[in-house]
């Protein structure tokens, strides 16, 4: 299972144009925790989270419906492709304490948003196949 | 392991008289994603999470620092006790889109604040554990 499968289908997404209110509501919208933000060639120019909300935006006294967003995401991205493997996202978004990593195609446009609960679940179901073979292959003997 | 062991240590808790800034930045300072609301008498009387702030602070209009949480949190607060199981913990997150339950004693007082990472990761944890086992009598037959 390569890193792409494990994402819920597509990754939300707000142009660089928008305001943080529209990200906001894209996150309540698609039941999200963060979204990519996308320039004119729909490239990943940022990434705004929850936790950005928190940080940036409730206790700084700001408007979000009047501030841009790209005020107020991060950026430069921490991004990964088709050839990370799902340990290497995990360890990333452990040591960097990110919830959400984009993947991203050879051209940086957005394939999907990984989240850490998208890997400990696949990681779950992965074991899970492992523990019922190793035990059906024990009981065949 | 009892889903206290799970939790990070202690739980994060505001005073039912606090403003939704000083929740947030309680949750800023400890670096986790929800709060507990106390009441005079040390119980749970709401819960109040990223998503709330969202949902009912940035989008809002509201200043943080003149809203009152008792406004702005949960409540009745779904919660665990020592006698919950891992499994119904995270039966009742996955159902109702929780992704933290407070954990009580007899009296509602908080003994932790359980996060689905915390019980996805201790499921993780305990299948490596079992997989290990599993495949180590079959090598040892």
């Given at each position: 299972?390569?890193?792409?499968?494990?994402?819920?289908?597509?990754?939300?997404?707000?142009?660089?144009?928008?305001?943080?209110?529209?990200?906001?509501?894209?996150?309540?919208?698609?039941?999200?925790?963060?979204?990519?933000?996308?320039?004119?060639?729909?490239?990943?120019?940022?990434?705004?989270?929850?936790?950005?909300?928190?940080?940036?935006?409730?206790?700084?006294?700001?408007?979000?419906?009047?501030?841009?967003?790209?005020?107020?995401?991060?950026?430069?991205?921490?991004?990964?492709?088709?050839?990370?493997?799902?340990?290497?996202?995990?360890?990333?978004?452990?040591?960097?304490?990110?919830r959400?990593?984009?993947?991203?195609?050879?051209?940086?446009?957005?394939?999907?948003?990984l989240?850490?609960?998208?890997?400990?679940?696949?990681?779950?179901?992965?074991l899970?196949?492992?523990?019922?073979?190793?035990?059906?292959?024990?009981?065949?003997?």
């Amino acid at each position: 299972m390569n890193i792409l499968e494990m994402c819920d289908a597509g990754g939300a997404t707000v142009p660089v144009e928008a305001t943080a209110e529209q990200a906001i509501q894209t996150m309540l919208d698609r039941h999200v925790g963060a979204v990519a933000v996308l320039d004119d060639n729909q490239r990943i120019a940022g990434i705004f989270t929850e936790r950005d909300v928190l940080r940036r935006l409730s206790v700084s006294g700001r408007e979000p419906g009047q501030t841009p967003i790209r005020e107020v995401m991060t950026t430069p991205v921490e991004m990964a492709t088709l050839d990370t493997t799902p340990g290497q996202a995990l360890g990333t978004m452990v040591e960097r304490h990110y919830r959400h990593l984009p993947i991203v195609d050879d051209d940086g446009r957005l394939l999907g948003m990984l989240s850490i609960r998208n890997v400990l679940q696949a990681r779950i179901d992965l074991l899970t196949r492992q523990l019922d073979e190793a035990r059906s292959a024990r009981s065949s003997r």
